[in-house]
């Protein structure tokens, strides 16, 4: 699975847009980009994934560059509650997800 | 909610003694992941089971079993623990474990050894 490289930590003003970037140069043709987020010890939790399209749900938007290099979450108006670790993580099979180090997030009131 | 169930949630245990985690996936996931979450080594995948089967195996030790029931739920033993076995442990489902399938945590079981 290809490494991803992202910042250790972010700070963000409460009701900002949260933008966390991820570098995945590695990344190859058929891997997904992956995010999750891990509040307080708890398990966890999916956001979004996507393969080379922009992609959003009702949490987060998923934004690819064109040669998939590189990604960026979004949340659009981050909370209190957002602060979290946040993991970008490339994979292919799924039973081998690789968490790094992620990027801890805190927003500030 | 992910809809995945560990118990218990805290477990504290004396040095070479066997504990067993317990996860119950979501409804209609076959499949069921372990990780274990320490403060070095960050998130680490174990072990995965499909439909009973083992499926695949991470960093998971000899002293570590898992199994998957016919119920689907899947139980992860530990035993002769240590000192460093302290740590979160979490269990994760899917549907049916294929590449691109997202995995769904549960909260977790923290487990200390003393």
């Known amino acids: 699975d290809a490494k991803t490289t992202q910042p250790t930590s972010m700070d963000c003003a409460e009701g900002r847009a949260a933008n966390l970037p991820c570098n995945h140069s590695?990344?190859?043709?058929?891997?997904?980009v992956y995010w999750y987020r891990q509040i307080h010890s708890q398990g966890p939790q999916y956001i979004i994934h996507?393969?080379?399209n922009n992609e959003t749900n009702e949490m987060a938007s998923l934004i690819i560059t064109e040669d998939r290099k590189s990604s960026t979450l979004i949340l659009p108006h981050a909370t209190l509650r957002d602060t979290a670790v946040y993991y970008c993580i490339v994979r292919v099979r799924n039973n081998d997800m690789r968490f790094g180090a992620g990027t801890r997030l805190t927003v500030k009131p | 909610d992910s809809g995945v169930t560990q118990t218990p949630k805290h477990l504290i245990t004396a040095t070479g003694q066997r504990v067993t985690l317990r996860c119950s996936p979501r409804?209609?996931?076959?499949?069921v992941y372990w990780y274990q979450q320490s403060l070095d080594q960050g998130l680490q995948f174990l072990i995965q089971?499909?439909?009973?089967?083992?499926?695949a195996k991470g960093n998971i030790l000899e002293r570590f079993s898992a199994q998957q029931f016919p119920d689907l739920h899947s139980e992860l033993n530990l035993s002769s623990l240590e000192l460093g076995d302290s740590a979160l442990y979490f269990c994760a489902s899917s549907v049916s474990g294929t590449s691109q399938e997202t995995q769904y945590f549960g909260p977790g079981t923290r487990l200390l050894v003393l």
């Open positions: 996507g393969l080379k």
């Open positions: 089971y499909y439909n009973g089967e083992e499926r």
């Open positions: 409804s209609g996931d076959l499949s």
């Open positions: 590695t990344i190859s043709g058929n891997e997904y």
